[in-house]
Nanobody, 124 residues
Framework: QVQLVESGGGLVQAGGSLRLSCTAS????????MGWFRQAPGKEREFVTA????????YYADSVKGRFTISRDNAKNTVYLQMNSLKPEDTAVYYC?????????????????WGQGTQVTVSS
């Protein structure tokens, strides 16, 4: 079993930055692909970004490409989401997820474990 705990959310003005962290329990973190998803009020949960087990591969939704960066530190069992140039439409609850596949997918059904989410609010 893997437990994921997100942190770093908050309120920021448009154009600002935030860094989210997700720390995992267990000794198998380094073998998991990791992803970030988000869910805005009244909308479905959507893919944001994912990173392979080693960090060698990362991919992004078009809506965040060039503004968000995912990274991981396997020694700390942590994955990060650096969010720059934030827009009001980035406002959502952000979820960290783990995929037992080393190269994670873009679909929520690909993921085996989820965090509780952290709120990100971007004011205009």
């Amino acid at each position: 079993q893997v437990q994921l705990v997100e942190s770093g959310g908050g309120l920021v003005q448009a154009g600002g930055s935030l860094r989210l962290s997700c720390t995992a329990s267990g000794r198998t973190f380094s073998s998991y692909g990791m992803g970030w998803f988000r869910q805005a009020p009244g909308k479905e949960r959507e893919f944001v970004t994912a990173i392979s087990w080693s960090g060698s591969s990362a991919y992004y939704a078009d809506s965040v490409k060039g503004r968000f960066t995912i990274s991981r530190d396997n020694a700390k069992n942590t994955v990060y989401l650096q969010m720059n140039s934030l827009k009001p439409e980035d406002t959502a609850v952000y979820y960290c997820a783990a995929d037992i596949d080393r190269y994670p997918g873009r679909d929520i059904n690909d993921y085996n474990y989820w965090g509780q989410g952290t709120q990100v609010t971007v004011s205009s």
